[in-house]
C-alpha cells in the first residue's frame, strides 16, 4: 500500500510515444516504484494534461437550480477537465473578497480544481471598480463582467488601466447592446424566416474593435470572450499583427453549426452570443487554424428544463458545454484533418493555463497529477439525460461522436471514469 | 395522426423539442402557410369560397359543421378585428367558443403561456385559436398540447387565416390565376407576420413578390423568400396587379426606425399618384387598421379598387374553412387513438 497509480500504455499527447507515469500525494513521481497500489492499462489512449475551461457557469451562489459547484466540477471531470475558471455572473455577483473566498470554500472537494472569476464592477453595473488587487490576492484569476458588456469606453478604459497592477486579463463579453436590441438569435435569413429579432454580428465586432484600440491606448490585457464571427476574428488578427496584448477564445458550437440549427424554435440552440452564419462558422475554422484563437473555452450555461422549455422569446440565453467539447473537438476539429490532435490538446490545456497563468500541468515529475485519459477513437453517442451537470440544454443531443476523455484524475484522485473502458480504473 | 416530430436529436425532459419546420396543416393544425402546398392552399379557398357564397345566398341562419366543437379563443395580445370574426365564423357554424384575452387574465398574475392552455385543453376544449406576441408560439403550444392549434398571429412569424383570406380576395380580383400576377407588399416588412404569410402563400402559388419600405424595416436577406427589394416604392407598384399596404405602428417612431409619420406618408404613402402607376384592373388592399394618411391615403382606402372591406368579409369565410378543417383532424386523430 503505497498510494501510487502507474499508467501504462498510453502515449503521450505531444510527442506520439508510450510513456509510463507513476504519482502519489498528487504529484507525478520521478520514478516507478516496484508496487504500485493501482496499474491503470491505458492502452490505446493519449494522456495528457487535464483540459482546462476559461470560462464556465457555475451558477453559485444563488442559481443552484441550474446547477452547482459540485455538479458542474463534476461535468468537467467527466469532460476531461481538471480546472474551470467560473464566471461571476451569480446572485450575488462574485464582486467582492467574500464572494470569491465563498466559491473557492465551496470548490474544496470539487471534482475539479475551480479558479474564480471576479467581477469587473460592482454588482456587474458597469460603473464602480471592484478592488482588483484584493481579487487577485484572494484567488481572482481574471475579472469580467461576462454576461454583460462593459458598454462604456470610458470604464474599460480605466478598468484595463487598473488592472495592470493586479496583471489579471479583463475577460471581455463583447456586445453593443444598442446593436443587439431585443434581439434572440443571430440577425439572417434564418431570423427573417422565423420571424424573430435577429443580433447582429456587428453587435460583437464592433465592441471588439473599440477594445483593441483600449488595449492599444492602455497597454492593457483584454481577452475576448466567445468569439463568434468572422468580423471579430479579422479585428483579433489584426490586434495581433500590431503587437497588442489580446487574446481571444471561441468555443464548439461556433465551430460546428450555424443559426440553422435554430430550427422551429430549438431553444437549445439559443445562446449569447449567437450562432451564426455559414461564412461565420468557415471563418471560426480558419481562425482556429492560423492560430488567431488562443485557445478554447465551453462557456457552459445551464438552465433548468422548465426555463428552457418557455417559449424561443423567453428561454434565457446559454447550452451546456463542458461533457461534449473534447469530442467535438476530435470529431469536428481533427478528424477533418483542420488541426493536428496535439495542437487541439494544446488549445485545451497549455494555452488557457498560461493566459490565466495557472500552474503549469506537464508529464513531468514534480507536475501536479491533473491528467487525462482520452480514447481518440471511442464512438459514442452524446445523451443529455447522462450528463453530469443538472443542465440538459444541448444541442448536440443524439450526435454521434468520435473521440472522449475515458478517466480524469485530479490532483491524483481519479475524478471521472467512462463505464466499460480502461482495465484497472475505478470510479 | 398527431404532429409529427421528427426529432433527428431526441429531446431529453421535454426541453427543446427540435422538430423539421413545417408549420403547414399537419394534418391537425394551420400554423402558418410556410410549406402548405398550392393544392391545400387552393381547396381551403375553394371551401371558403363555398361558406361565402352561402352566406350570401341564404342569410346567416347558423349550421351544424362545427356542433360540439368547443374552440377556445386564446387571445394573448389584443385584437378586436381578428377574435370577433373568429367568433362570427364560429357561431355561424354552430361551435361553443369561449374567448379569453389577455388583459386581466391569469397571465398577467405571471400564469404561463403553456399553463394557460394547458388549463384550456385540460377544461375538454377541441381548438384552441391562438394569437401571441411570441414568434411560434402556436407551434408551441401545438407541440406540447393534445388540441387542434389555429394560428391567429405569433409575434413577427406568421397570420396564416389572413394570409388566405388576401389569396382568396386576390383569387376573386386575378379571376383565379395567380401565375404571372405581380404584387407589390409596402411599409414596415420587419415586423409584419402578415406580410410573412402572404409572401408563402403567394410565391407557392406562383405570383411575383415585391417588397417595398423603409431599409430600417426590411428584415436581413428577404430576398431568400424568393421574392424582390425594389429600392421605391414606385418601382414595386409599376405595373403591379396589386399592392399591399401594411400598417405603420407608432412603436416605429418611438423606437428610432423611423423619423416621422408624415416623411413616412410622403416617401411610401400609398396616394392616388403611386396607384396609378399599377396596372389598370389591379386592386388595393390593407390588412386593417388602417391609419389613413399615413401609409394609405384616405381616397384610396375608400377608392373603387380597394378591397379592403372584402378582405374583412372573406376572412370570416375563410376561418370558418379554417375551422372545420382542424376540426375535422381533431376529431379523427381522437378517434384513431380510441
Known sequence: ?427 | MSLTLQSAHPAPSGAGIFFAPSTAIRGRHLLGLEGLSPATILEILDEAEGFRARWRAEGKAPSRELRGVEVGNAFFEDSTRTRVSFELAQKRLGATLVSFSAAGSSVSKGETLLDTCHTLAAMGLDLLVIRHRAPGAAAYVARHLDVGVINAGDGTREHPTQGLLDLLTLRDAWNGRFEGRRIAIVGDIAHSRVARSAIHGLTTLGTEVTLAGPATLMPEDAELLGVHVAPTVEDAMAGADAVMALRLQRERMETGLLPSTSEYARVWGIGEERVALLKPEAIVMHPGPMNRGIEIAPEVADGPRSRIFAQVENGVAVRAAVLVRVARAAREAREARA
Open chain 1, 1 to 427: 500500500m503505497n498510494g501510487v497509480t502507474l499508467i501504462r500504455g498510453a502515449r503521450h499527447w505531444r510527442t506520439g510515444e508510450r510513456i509510463e507515469i507513476a504519482f502519489a500525494g498528487g504529484e507525478i513521481l520521478d520514478h516507478v516504484p516496484a508496487s504500485p497500489e493501482r496499474v491503470v492499462d491505458a492502452a490505446g489512449t493519449i494522456l495528457a494534461p487535464g483540459l482546462v475551461d476559461l470560462h464556465v457557469h457555475l451558477r453559485e451562489p444563488g442559481q443552484s437550480a441550474k446547477e452547482t459547484i459540485e455538479t458542474g466540477a463534476r461535468a468537467a471531470a467527466a469532460g476531461g477537465f481538471t480546472a474551470v475558471a467560473c464566471m461571476p455572473n451569480t446572485r450575488p455577483p462574485v464582486d467582492d473578497v467574500a464572494g470569491v473566498e465563498w466559491v473557492r470554500r465551496r470548490a474544496r472537494d470539487a471534482a475539479c480544481r475551480v479558479h474564480p472569476i471576479a467581477a469587473v464592477t460592482v454588482g456587474q453595473q458597469g460603473e464602480q471598480l471592484t478592488e482588483f488587487l484584493a481579487l487577485r490576492a484572494a484567488g481572482a484569476v481574471a475579472l469580467s463582467d461576462d454576461g454583460h458588456p462593459i458598454m462604456s469606453a470610458g470604464l474599460m478604459r480605466r478598468a484595463l488601466e487598473y488592472a495592470t497592477h493586479a496583471g489579471l486579463p479583463i475577460v471581455a463579453h463583447e456586445e453593443d447592446l444598442t446593436l443587439r436590441g431585443e434581439g434572440v438569435m443571430n440577425e439572417g435569413f434564418t431570423a427573417t424566416r422565423l420571424g424573430h429579432r435577429g443580433i447582429p454580428s456587428a453587435a460583437e465586432s464592433v465592441m471588439v474593435r473599440r477594445d483593441v484600440e483600449l488595449a492599444e491606448l492602455t497597454r492593457g490585457r483584454v481577452h475576448f470572450a466567445h468569439l463568434s464571427c468572422a468580423a471579430s476574428f479579422a479585428a483579433l488578427r489584426d490586434a495581433r499583427r500590431r503587437g497588442l496584448a489580446v487574446s481571444g477564445e471561441t468555443c464548439p458550437h461556433y465551430w460546428t453549426l450555424t443559426d440553422e440549427a435554430v430550427g422551429a424554435d430549438d431553444t437549445n440552440a439559443k445562446m449569447n452570443p449567437p450562432l451564426r452564419s455559414d461564412r461565420d462558422l468557415e471563418a471560426t475554422i480558419e481562425a482556429i487554424v492560423d492560430g488567431t484563437v488562443d485557445c478554447f473555452a465551453t462557456d457552459h450555461a445551464p438552465h433548468t428544463a422548465e426555463e428552457k422549455g418557455q417559449p424561443f422569446d423567453a428561454a434565457p440565453f446559454g447550452i451546456v458545454g463542458l461533457e461534449t467539447a473534447l469530442g467535438l473537438t476530435l470529431t469536428a476539429l481533427v478528424r477533418p484533418g483542420h488541426l493536428r490532435p496535439e495542437r487541439a490538446i494544446e488549445l485545451w490545456t497549455e494555452a488557457p493555463r498560461r493566459l490565466f497563468s495557472l500552474p503549469a500541468v506537464s508529464l513531468e515529475p514534480g507536475s501536479p497529477a491533473d491528467l487525462v485519459l482520452i480514447d481518440p477513437d471511442l464512438e459514442w453517442t452524446v445523451d443529455a439525460s447522462q450528463f453530469q451537470s443538472k443542465g440538459r440544454n444541448t444541442p448536440f443531443d443524439g450526435w454521434r461522436l468520435t473521440g472522449r476523455a475515458i478517466a480524469t484524475f485530479c490532483r491524483g484522485t481519479q475524478t471521472f471514469a467512462l463505464e466499460g473502458t480502461l482495465a484497472g480504473a475505478r470510479s
